[in-house]
């Protein structure tokens, strides 16, 4: 792993090695934590930043990120996306994260005066499947589109697996977990992580 310089003082390097340590403090599974912070507020006080609880493997479910929802709001499954991934992976962390990081973001941050900047930390214990990288685009999207275009968003994946990516088969249904060109960081206490940045401006 190719890995950035590490920064002390810049207020995101604790706040991720806490978040990793979280996905990583239940059992074997899969684990997901959404951090929201508008304005590079890092209070978490819910009023202008917001983390989600820590999402299990069975958080998800028919929710706007299913990819399975019949509901007329709900996301429909993109093409590149097989019935069968998208079913089994419905249920997976992510989607439960998303959901409560857009209600919040939808909720609350619309409501703050003179936003500028919205940044998601989805943290994770395993990089997201080819399923959930899509979820995590759709996100991003209408994270976008919330605001109207008219501030900066920044959705990061952020995950501490061995490899950035890595395919393998759930119930025989192959996937990638994790992103070919994500960027290898430390953090100053030494903590090793993979990112992948989706970013606009406008």
């Not at 930043?49 to 007329?72: D, N, P």
């Not at 995950?159 to 996937?175: C, L």
Request: contains cysteine; charged residues 20%; negative net charge.
């Amino acid at each position: 792993m190719s890995l950035s310089t590490p920064h002390s003082n810049d207020p995101l390097d604790k706040i991720i090695s806490a978040a990793l340590s979280d996905v990583h403090a239940s059992a074997e599974g899969l684990y997901t934590q959404a951090l929201i912070m508008v304005n590079d507020d890092v209070t978490f006080n819910q009023e202008n930043s917001y983390q989600t609880a820590v999402k299990t493997a069975s958080s998800g479910g028919e929710a706007l990120y299913s990819l399975t929802s019949k509901s007329q709001d709900a996301h429909p499954r993109p093409h590149d996306i097989s019935e069968d991934e998208a079913r089994l992976s419905s249920h997976d962390s992510e989607v439960a994260a998303l959901q409560d990081a857009y209600d919040w973001i939808t909720g609350q941050a619309i409501t703050l005066k003179e936003v500028h900047k919205v940044h998601v930390l989805v943290v994770g214990n395993i990089g997201p499947c080819d399923a959930c990288k899509k979820r995590l685009e759709l996100f991003f999207n209408d994270i976008v589109q919330t605001f109207e275009g008219k501030v900066t968003v920044i959705v990061d994946s952020v995950y501490d697996t061995p490899e950035s990516n890595k395919q393998a088969k759930r119930h025989n249904v192959a996937s990638v977990y994790g992103y070919a060109k994500a960027t290898g960081h430390t953090t100053s206490a030494g903590k090793q992580y993979w990112r992948f940045r989706q970013e606009f401006r406008p």
